[in-house]
């Protein structure tokens, strides 16, 4: 089986040529339908490379050889370095600033680039690569997510104490996957092996790592210990997202069905969505509803007709109502800065909702078995 371990390549190719060489050699084996789609998206994504993944690459905890990161080419950097929008250029200078005091020797080239994306043309296309991984699906999932009714979110959550974290993690995960009606719904639950980790962080609530992407001889699921991971629903909603029956049960179901001829660990809209649809379905939940009804509300970005500041300030004051200015802006420079990673969750999560919706699938498990014998990547457009 042809795959791509890489689950970050789409932003990251243009900052490696190699990484781009790899890619390319997994794409070019699939049948021309597939591989066309593909390119296509090679191309879009290595057309810009945006400031947060070369202060990234040039953290001292990540740094590189020089050499690597295509700075020889500097000339060619300027050009394709995205707009750096108004909002989060205090943080970004701040972080440039920094980089630049641990490796003197990059503060040159980074205060070119900054300046350089600072007064770049806002004209990068957020839909385009949206456009190609769902084709005619595009505008009916917009279409779909403005008719659905927008639920208000009950600000009040039952806390979890922390001593009795592991306790809850371990119960809500084995309920999940004793549920026979998930097992109709989602598909049978095998008996998954895998590590949790517990660390604590500001941001973020989970992260799931496939064996593939890792030197671990196991899978791992890393809880992120902050006050939003201590809101039961929060957490519970998370569980089902994380392992059963979203990532845990989809790269279990993936490594059982063997015949599918490759498969994209960066294929965000197809692994993402799957976990997000979990997230939303698993239970019937006030909650999960309100999640789902409201999740599209974050495709504005991908509309072209209006000024990508203007967009982004919207969405900040959104992020103030429920977070700190910190994570506000953390949230921002993501959807900023990684086109389309945010949106990649909901926009999977609602083809698989509306696809079932229309009677294509019975159920999620449907999804998967049509899967079995087909590239694993974000070819909704071919399906």
Same mark, same amino acid.
């Given at each position: 089986?042809?795959?791509?371990?890489?689950?970050?390549?789409?932003?990251?190719?243009?900052?490696?040529?190699e990484?781009?060489?790899?890619?390319?050699?997994?794409?070019y084996?699939?049948?021309?339908?597939?591989?066309?789609?593909?390119?296509?998206?090679?191309?879009?994504?290595?057309?810009?490379?945006?400031?947060?993944?070369?202060?990234?690459?040039?953290?001292?905890?990540?740094?590189?050889?020089?050499?690597?990161?295509?700075?020889?080419?500097?000339?060619?950097?300027r050009?394709?370095?995205k707009?750096?929008?108004?909002?989060?250029?205090?943080? =970004?200078?701040?972080?440039?600033?920094?980089v630049?005091?641990?490796?003197? =020797?990059?503060?040159?080239? #980074?205060?070119?680039?900054?300046?350089q994306?600072c007064?770049?043309?806002?004209?990068?296309?957020?839909?385009?690569?949206?456009?190609?991984?769902?084709?005619?699906?595009?505008?009916?999932?917009?279409?779909?997510?403005?008719q659905?009714?927008?639920?208000?979110?009950?600000?009040?959550?039952?806390?979890?104490?922390?001593?009795?974290?592991?306790?809850?993690?371990?119960?809500?995960?084995?309920?999940?996957?004793?549920?026979?009606?998930?097992?109709?719904?989602?598909?049978?639950?095998?008996n998954?092996e895998?590590?949790i980790?517990?660390?604590?962080?500001?941001?973020?609530?989970?992260?799931?790592w %496939?064996?593939e992407?890792?030197?671990?001889?196991?899978?791992? #699921?890393?809880?992120?210990?902050n006050?939003?991971?201590?809101?039961?629903?929060?957490?519970?909603?998370?569980?089902?997202h994380?392992?059963?029956?979203?990532?845990?049960?989809?790269?279990?179901? %993936?490594?059982?069905?063997?015949?599918?001829?490759?498969?994209?660990?960066?294929a #965000?809209?197809?692994?993402?969505?799957?976990?997000?649809?979990?997230?939303?379905?698993?239970?019937?939940?006030?909650? %999960?509803?309100?999640?789902r009804?409201?999740?599209?509300?974050?495709?504005k970005?991908?509309?072209?007709?209006?000024?990508?500041?203007?967009?982004?300030y919207?969405?900040?004051?959104?992020? #103030?109502?429920?977070n700190?200015?910190?994570? %506000?802006?953390?949230a921002i420079?993501?959807?900023?800065?990684?086109?389309?990673?945010?949106?990649?969750?909901?926009?999977?999560?609602?083809?698989?909702?509306?696809?079932?919706?229309?009677g294509?699938?019975?159920?999620?498990?449907?999804?998967?078995?049509?899967?079995?014998?087909?590239?694993w990547?974000?070819?909704?457009?071919?399906?």
């Open positions: 089986m042809s795959a791509i371990n890489l689950w970050n390549w789409r932003y990251e190719i243009s900052l490696y040529p990484m781009k060489r790899q890619v390319e050699n997994e794409v084996k699939l049948q021309p339908e597939y591989k066309n789609l593909y390119i296509n998206l090679i191309n879009y994504y290595y057309s810009f490379i945006s400031f947060d993944i070369i202060l990234n690459a040039l953290e001292p905890s990540t740094t590189k050889n020089f050499n690597e990161l295509g700075f020889d080419e500097l000339s060619i950097l050009k394709k370095i707009y750096i929008p108004t909002l989060i250029r205090k943080n =970004q200078k701040r972080r440039m600033e920094y630049c005091e641990i490796n003197p =020797q990059f503060s040159e080239i #980074l205060n070119d680039l900054f300046k994306g007064r770049q043309t806002k004209n990068l296309d957020y839909s385009y690569p949206f456009k190609i991984m769902f084709g005619k699906y595009f505008n009916e999932i917009l279409s779909y997510t403005q659905l009714e927008k639920l208000q979110k009950n600000e009040k959550q039952e806390k979890i104490h922390s001593s009795k974290l592991m306790e809850f993690i371990n119960s809500t995960i084995k309920k999940a996957t004793n549920d026979l009606n998930l097992h109709k719904r989602f598909g049978e639950y095998s998954l895998y590590k980790e517990i660390t604590e962080r500001n941001g973020g609530y989970a992260e799931w %496939a064996r992407l890792s030197d671990e001889d196991k899978d791992k #699921l890393v809880i992120i210990k006050q939003n991971t201590l809101n039961k629903d929060d957490l519970e909603l998370t569980l089902y994380e392992v059963y029956p979203g990532h845990g049960h989809f790269y279990d179901a %993936a490594r059982r069905q063997r015949k599918h001829p490759f498969f994209d660990h960066g #965000l809209c197809l692994i993402e969505g799957w976990a997000t649809y979990c997230e939303w379905n698993t239970v019937n939940s006030d909650y %999960a509803s309100y999640l009804s409201n999740a599209g509300a974050y495709f970005l991908l509309d072209r007709g209006k000024d990508i500041d203007e967009l982004l919207e969405l900040f004051k959104k992020q #103030l109502k429920h700190t200015e910190k994570q %506000a802006l953390y420079t993501y959807f900023s800065e990684y086109p389309g990673f945010n949106e990649s969750y909901f926009m999977g999560a609602y083809w698989l909702d509306y696809k079932i919706n229309i294509d699938f019975s159920n999620p498990v449907d999804f998967l078995e049509f899967l079995s014998v087909k590239p990547g974000d070819f909704f457009a071919l399906w």
